[in-house]
């Protein structure tokens, strides 16, 4: 009996040797790619973050291609990729045994194809819902009839023209409705922020007649994140994300800002939300507008595409300038955030 009772006590206090080791992020911010070294070269993403909020410890996790970063503040910082692959390495970071992820909160951050019909380069859009735009039955737009305004259209569909029956067989979800509730905390803490702007963005935007929201100067908006793996451009793919998003959040949605990762962080960490290894209610989708997903007038949708971002610039200092006062909120407030999201 005493033999057992000393195994036991060992295997307690072990046990509560390695929960008070464990690594508990209060804030991780993903941004998708950096360009260079983190810190001191032409910025992606990341560099702001990094400099900014001196995330200046690192940590090398198996699975992710880019070492994480931190502060002495519980903000973690995580590039996480690019496409849908990026998933994969937020299931790696979340399923290393070092972490204890139940309290953390998600600021998910980056650059977008923003809609001219919804803002402009330099803006930022809070999102309430994330679509997955890439799972479809699609035809060259050529071969599509006459009366299809594009060659893609959900599974189970006939044509795009009318509400597909979405087969029992077919991936779900296709959108992802955040917590109404951080949304709304989020947007009210930053709708004010002053936004950079800058000659080339402001050159850029006039082109854009006919389309008030992308000729006004940039703000922060409710707007929601259209993914997909690939990187498609013009007016008609547009008005296919626009159908897309009402589509599949029952006519809630408004595609605002377009990217190629969303889904695939969304998808991860709803997963690792059913294994109880994070917070869905926690994950904040924030994007920025560094060029937008059609031409202005007089230029092709090929030209457009491959144009140099006008925005790049105002699009960084927006991704930081909007969401850095939301992470700063929740590591002062930790006692109470800890605890339950704001907003409720």
Same mark, same amino acid.
């Given at each position: 009996?005493?033999?057992?009772?000393?195994?036991?006590?060992?295997?307690?206090?072990?046990?509560?040797?390695?929960?008070?080791?464990?690594? !508990?992020?209060?804030?991780?911010?993903?941004?998708?790619?950096?360009?260079?070294?983190?810190?001191?070269?032409?910025?992606?993403?990341?560099?702001?973050?990094?400099? !900014?909020?001196?995330?200046?410890?690192?940590?090398?996790?198996?699975?992710?291609?880019?070492?994480?970063?931190?502060?002495?503040?519980?903000?973690?910082?995580?590039?996480?990729?690019?496409?849908?692959?990026?998933?994969?390495?937020? &299931?790696?970071?979340?399923?290393? =045994? $070092?972490?204890?992820?139940?309290?953390?909160?998600?600021?998910?951050?980056?650059?977008?194809?923003?809609?001219?019909?919804?803002?402009?380069?330099?803006?930022?859009?809070?999102?309430?819902?994330?679509?997955?735009?890439?799972?479809?039955?699609?035809?060259?737009?050529?071969?599509?009839?006459?009366?299809?305004?594009?060659?893609?259209?959900?599974?189970?569909? %006939?044509? =795009?023209?009318?509400?597909?029956?979405? =087969?029992?067989? #077919?991936?779900? =979800?296709?959108?992802?409705?955040?917590?109404?509730?951080?949304?709304?905390?989020?947007?009210?803490?930053?709708?004010?922020?002053?936004?950079?702007?800058?000659?080339?963005?402001? #050159?850029?935007?006039?082109l854009y007649v006919g389309f008030p929201a992308a000729l006004a100067e940039p703000k922060v908006f409710l707007g929601d994140s259209f993914a997909?793996? !690939?990187?498609?451009?013009?007016?008609?793919?547009?008005?296919?994300?626009?159908?897309?998003?009402?589509?599949?959040?029952?006519? %809630?949605?408004?595609?605002?800002?377009?990217?190629?990762?969303?889904?695939? *962080?969304?998808?991860?960490?709803? $997963?690792?939300?059913?294994?109880?290894?994070?917070?869905?209610? $926690?994950?904040?989708?924030?994007?920025?507008?560094?060029?937008?997903?059609?031409?202005?007038?007089?230029?092709?949708?090929?030209?457009?595409?491959?144009?140099?971002?006008?925005? &790049? *610039?105002?699009?960084?200092?927006? #991704?930081? $300038?909007?969401?850095?006062?939301?992470?700063?909120?929740?590591? %002062?407030?930790?006692? %109470?955030?800890?605890?339950?999201?704001?907003?409720?």
């Amino acid at each position: 009996m005493a033999s057992f009772r000393c195994l036991l006590l060992l295997f307690l206090s072990t046990a509560a040797l390695a929960a008070a080791d464990l690594i !508990r992020p209060k804030v991780i911010v993903v941004a998708t790619f950096e360009i260079g070294a983190d810190t001191g070269d032409k910025p992606g993403e990341f560099q702001y973050w990094a400099e !900014r909020e001196k995330l200046t410890g690192t940590l090398t996790v198996p699975g992710l291609d880019h070492p994480v970063r931190f502060n002495d503040q519980g903000v973690y910082g995580v590039v996480s990729g690019t496409t849908v692959r990026c998933g994969l390495q937020i &299931m790696a970071l979340c399923l290393d =045994p $070092r972490f204890d992820l139940s309290q953390t909160y998600w600021l998910i951050n980056g650059i977008a194809g923003v809609s001219p019909h919804a803002g402009t380069e330099g803006s930022a859009a809070w999102a309430r819902h994330v679509i997955d735009g890439d799972i479809a039955y699609e035809i060259d737009t050529k071969e599509a009839p006459a009366d299809w305004p594009y060659g893609i259209m959900a599974l189970g569909n %006939k044509t =795009p023209l009318t509400p597909p029956v979405i =087969p029992d067989w #077919a991936p779900k =979800p296709m959108a992802w409705t955040l917590n109404p509730a951080l949304v709304d905390w989020a947007y009210n803490l930053t709708k004010n922020v002053e936004l950079h702007d800058d000659a080339a963005a402001k #050159a850029h935007r006039a082109l854009y007649v006919g389309f008030p929201a992308a000729l006004a100067e940039p703000k922060v908006f409710l707007g929601d994140s259209f993914a997909s793996c !690939r990187y498609w451009h013009g007016a008609r793919m547009q008005q296919w994300a626009d159908d897309w998003t009402k589509l599949y959040t029952k006519g %809630k949605g408004s595609a605002a800002m377009t990217n190629m990762e969303d889904h695939g *962080i969304a998808n991860a960490l709803t $997963r690792l939300d059913a294994l109880k290894r994070v917070d869905f209610s $926690r994950v904040l989708f924030l994007r920025t507008g560094s060029n937008f997903s059609m031409p202005p007038a007089g230029q092709t949708a090929a030209e457009s595409m491959v144009a140099e971002y006008a925005g &790049m *610039i105002p699009s960084l200092e927006a #991704a930081y $300038r909007v969401g850095s006062p939301v992470v700063h909120a929740l590591v %002062k407030d930790w006692a %109470k955030y800890s605890v339950a999201p704001p907003g409720r």
